[in-house]
């Protein structure tokens, strides 16, 4: 989640943005694919700081998962 605030912060450098953007989605997927034990669901969504919600919600509705 930290990789996808960064890369939406129009003071950093344009290609470190796409790079955070693309290791925040990186480690999201991976997290949803490959480690159940960490569930990223209902109650993983309501624990995220309000600053980061549209982000999450983005990232859900980015794909069927």
């Known amino acids: 989640m930290h990789k996808l ?8 450098d344009p290609l470190k ?3 955070d953007l ?3 989605n990186a ?3 991976a997290v949803a694919q490959a ?6 669901d209902a109650a993983f969504a309501q624990s995220i700081p ?3 919600a549209p982000l999450w919600r983005e990232w ?3 794909a069927e998962r």
């Open 5 to 12: 605030w960064l890369g939406r912060q129009a003071k950093r």
């Open 17 to 19: 943005r796409r790079k």
């Open 22 to 24: 693309a290791q925040g």
């Open 27 to 29: 480690v999201l997927e």
């Open 35 to 40: 480690m159940p034990h960490y569930p990223l």
């Open 50 to 52: 309000q600053e980061l």
């Open 60 to 62: 859900r509705g980015g």
